[in-house]
């Protein structure tokens, strides 16, 4: 199944790397927003299904982001990425709503379908 999926990350290019990388593995990008504060109205506006969110926005957490978002929208599956490592993202992420966390490095379709099946 397609799901429909927002992307949250201040950088231009690895919003267009993911949007790419994604959709050719089967992925709906609905839309990409740069900070938390667009993230959130997005999300609003475009109903996903999965939101995709950076930890570290120029606005705002992404950990707070994904609080606020799990409050307003419990429906959406929020995943929390970032350049670091695993570590102890896992719990953190979880703690504010989130399913899970992924680093930039091994994002691909079938390891997202895999953190969501969990």
């Not at 999926?5 to 609905?30: M, N, P, S």
């Not at 609003?44 to 982001?65: K, Y």
């Not at 959406?76 to 680093?103: C, H, K, N, P």
Request: aromatic fraction near 4%.
């Amino acid at each position: 199944m397609t799901q429909r999926l927002l992307i949250v990350d201040d950088h231009e290019g690895f919003r267009r790397t993911a949007r790419r990388t994604l959709a050719r593995q089967g992925w709906t990008v609905v839309g990409e927003a740069r900070d938390g504060a667009t993230g959130l109205e997005c999300a609003d506006r475009l109903s996903p299904e999965v939101v995709l969110l950076d930890i570290g926005l120029p606005d705002m957490s992404g950990l707070d982001v994904a609080e606020q978002l799990h409050r307003t929208h419990p429906d959406i599956a929020i995943v929390m990425i970032s350049t670091q490592e695993r570590g102890d993202y896992d719990e953190i992420a979880s703690d504010r709503g989130a399913r899970g966390f992924l680093s930039k490095m091994e994002l691909s379709g079938p390891a997202l379908e895999e953190l969501l099946a969990q």
